[in-house]
């Protein structure tokens, strides 16, 4: 485990330092003391509306206002200044990496992303992010059940108007301090809207009504609530508010995403 920890490492030091070569590059005539103002500002519209070969060889773009923020990084720090943090530049994943882990889950489809991150550890002493590996499975049409079997596609599906029905959920996002950060929201089902929504740090029915009230001020009064069954969204005292509003309250089939039935 360590020798894969330290591998990761050292391809985002390494990763991390052809960024900063390549700001470097980009910067280094724009950067001269000797130039005025006037030729420097020409100097750095002219990069800014040009497309560059970027450090990993893609072609890239940069904006004005970043190439001054190298200028000027460069010019207090060095070229030191101008490599990130190692672990802000994510390693990309080799090619024969991906390629055992492909090989492993057409051997056995029913093996998840997590089982297979424990066999390429155990056979290269590193392994991908599951979800990296999750991902790569899913581009390649190989994402299973546990029992074999691909996952049920659900089609997508719209209200006739708005108002009609908005379909509300508890998004859980970042930690921020140490806590949790939870977004509560609701979608309207015809046009998308966002009608009403609220940052919590507790996933209660409390922060679901905050939530829903903003929406309801906004936007008036749904026809119908269509949620999931989490104990915030099952509580009697929404169910209390929405009989009281005239909204009809609907629980999606448990195991199942929100969807209309």
């Not at 392994?127 to 659900?154: W, Y």
């Amino acid at each position: 485990m360590a020798v894969g920890h330290d591998k990761q490492e050292q391809v985002r030091a390494e990763r991390a330092r052809a960024v900063g070569l390549f700001r470097y590059s980009l910067i280094r005539e724009a950067a001269d003391p000797k130039l005025s103002t006037k030729q420097r500002g020409r100097l750095v519209r002219d990069l800014a509306a040009r497309e560059h070969v970027g450090p990993f060889g893609q072609p890239v773009r940069v904006a004005r206002a970043t190439i001054d923020r190298w200028i000027r990084d460069w010019r207090r720090g060095g070229f030191d200044a101008l490599v990130p943090n190692p672990r802000r530049v994510s390693p990309r994943t080799p090619a024969d990496v991906l390629d055992l882990a492909v090989a492993l889950k057409k051997e056995v489809p029913a093996r998840t992303a997590v089982q297979v991150a424990a066999i390429l550890r155990a056979h290269c002493g590193w392994a991908p992010d599951e979800r990296t590996l999750q991902r790569h499975f899913v581009r390649r049409e190989l994402n299973t059940r546990p029992n074999g079997m691909p996952p049920k596609a659900f089609g997508r599906f719209e209200a006739d108007a708005p108002n009609q029905r908005w379909t509300g959920d508890a998004l859980h996002g970042p930690t921020v301090n140490g806590r949790k950060a939870i977004l509560f929201a609701f979608i309207d089902d015809h046009s998308r809207l966002l009608p009403g929504y609220r940052w919590a740090r507790r996933e209660d029915t409390v922060r679901l009504e905050a939530a829903l009230r903003t929406g309801l001020a906004a936007r008036g009064i749904p026809a119908s609530l269509y949620l999931d069954n989490g104990s915030a969204m099952v509580d009697r005292q929404l169910l209390r508010a929405c009989a009281s509003l005239g909204i009809r309250l609907i629980h999606s089939k448990p195991g199942q995403p929100l969807l209309t039935g």
